[in-house]
């Protein structure tokens, strides 16, 4: 039942086709209870191991660029590159995540009742009554 822990972080995709894996499982290793379900993952976790690593020594640094250029033994120009990458990567998955944003006619479309309904609705929110 206690397995040993992968000898390598495991990364958010797929190894053989690169599609996003879903944690599905969950065990105690002191018990043995174990949860099946599909388990939302965290938008750093989604990121590649490399980018979380990363973040690891930036937020150990204290956010200090030229102190993580100096313990990697690059340039400050490399590392400000790096995290440029991490920074490309988490928006990408921020916008992947984020509820599309719009009007209440772009959800109720162009017919006239459905907005006529639409305004009763933004009416009577005002008011605690929503029918």
Not at 48 to 57: A, D, G, L, N
Not at 82 to 94: A, G, M, N, Q
């Amino acid at each position: 039942m206690n397995e040993e822990p992968p000898p390598h972080p495991v990364g958010s995709d797929c190894p053989y086709c690169s599609a996003p894996m879903v944690v599905t499982r969950m065990a105690c290793g002191r018990c043995g209870v174990a949860i099946e379900a599909d388990f939302p993952m965290s938008r750093l976790g989604m990121l590649p191991v490399e980018h979380q690593r990363f973040i690891e020594m930036f937020v150990l640094a204290g956010g200090n660029l030229k102190q993580i250029a100096e313990q990697v033994g690059v340039s400050y120009p490399t590392i400000r590159s790096r995290l440029d990458k991490v920074i490309d990567s988490l928006r990408s998955e921020i916008a992947k995540t984020q509820r599309l944003k719009g009007t209440v006619l772009d959800a109720v479309g162009a017919d006239k009742s459905n907005a006529q309904q639409a305004a009763k609705l933004i009416k009577g929110i005002g008011k605690g009554d929503a029918t």
